[in-house]
């Protein structure tokens, strides 16, 4: 399957290394600066295959080459509207959180897909760890009973050296703060265990430490689900000195899972009234990962390129990726207003949130 890159910044690594491991034919990397790509190709030893062309523009690239899949890894600002041509000239996507940035990008990116058959992933990559895989089965099997609660902490570290990397961080416009490009992963994990039918949410974000950015560095929120169960949010990137953790719980009648470590790579906890002895396997169980990013990436694009080849929904498709940005933008939402917010939402963007600090 013919494969392009579209942004060579800090994720790309993880999306070249899942198109080297799944086999994908690497036709062509994009980026508007060239040293980025050179840089990419060079640490994965791609930069002496002359069959690997390189691009400045995106649009030039589909025109020349005959592309099936790309990745969309640019800043988040940019990733509707890449996305959106893409779908238009019939190229497959996987496209890194957040999928849009507003509600109405979202929308576009799911109706011109299924109209035009083409399959969309949300790059929720840590759906497919392999904790997270367990506390999904055990969810799936019933072995929780009636839901209670459950939360999402991710307390991670980024000091003033990350964002003055790339000038687009911590905007309204290109990025979101804490919550859209830090906690989303998190937040996606929480809406897809607790049932992805929200009635309310209340949220309250901050900007404590990081007075150089326009966005939040810290937010707090409670939802309502439709179902009765009630998920908590905290996400900060104020943590001293370094990243923390990014720790899941789910709370029922009959089981209580904690995931932990650095990004919902391990089992801290693992209790249920119908253990089994399979279930000590589960208990202790860590995952190594070279980067907080964990190793999803591959298992997500082995997932879509089979989605591609069997015609079926990605394991994690557009309208995941929607009800993630969703989620955040709600909790925007509800800052801006002072009040709860319903979803779910018509419209908002977070855009909207300009001068917010």
């Known amino acids: 399957m013919k494969y392009a890159l579209i942004g060579c910044g800090r994720i790309a690594t993880n999306h070249i290394k899942a198109a080297v491991n799944n086999n994908l034919e690497l ?8 040293e980025q790509m050179e840089e990419l190709l060079e640490k994965h030893g791609l930069q002496e295959q002359n069959t690997i062309k390189r691009y400045m ?5 589909l025109r020349e080459n005959k592309i099936e899949l790309v990745g969309i890894a640019t800043e988040s600002g940019k990733h509707a509207e890449i996305a959106l041509y893409c779908i238009e000239k019939g190229v497959h996507c996987i496209i890194e959180k957040p999928m849009a940035m507003s509600i109405s990008d979202a929308d576009q990116i799911i109706e011109l897909s299924e109209k035009m058959g083409i399959k969309v992933s949300a790059c929720h990559q840590n759906r497919f760890n392999v904790a997270i895989q367990e506390m999904r089965r055990a969810l799936e099997a019933g072995r929780f009973g009636k839901l209670s609660h459950g939360s999402i902490h991710v307390r991670w570290n980024r000091n003033e050296e990350y964002y003055t990397q790339a000038p687009w961080r911590g905007t309204w416009a ?4 804490a919550l ?3 906690c989303i992963h998190g937040i996606d994990l929480l809406r897809w265990m607790l049932g992805s039918e929200i009635d309310e949410v209340y949220g ?3 900007q404590q430490f990081h007075h150089y950015l326009e966005a939040e560095d810290v937010g707090v929120a409670v939802v309502k689900f439709k179902n009765g169960t009630v998920g908590t949010i905290e996400g900060t990137t104020n943590v001293y000195p370094r990243n923390l ?11 209580t899972v904690k995931i932990g470590g650095k990004s919902t790579n391990n089992i801290d906890v693992w209790d249920f009234a119908d253990e089994t002895e399979a279930d000590t396997h589960n208990k202790g169980l860590v995952e190594e990962t070279s980067n907080v990013y964990g190793n999803g990436h591959t298992s997500l694009y082995q997932d879509m390129i089979s989605a591609i080849n069997e015609n079926r929904t990605p394991y994690v498709d557009a309208h995941a990726g929607k009800d993630a940005l969703e989620l955040v933008l709600a909790i925007y939402k509800s800052q801006k ?3 709860a917010v319903k979803i779910p939402m018509e419209h908002f963007a977070s855009t909207d949130m300009q001068g917010e600090f």
């Open 27 to 34: 036709i062509a990397v994009c980026d508007i600066v060239p």
């Open 180 to 182: 859209m490009n830090q």
């Open 174 to 177: 290109q990025d979101g703060g």
């Open 245 to 255: 953790e990014e720790t899941l719980y789910l709370f029922g009648e009959k089981g």
């Open 204 to 206: 309250v974000t901050r």
């Open 337 to 339: 207003e002072g009040r």
């Open 57 to 61: 523009d995106y649009k030039q690239m």
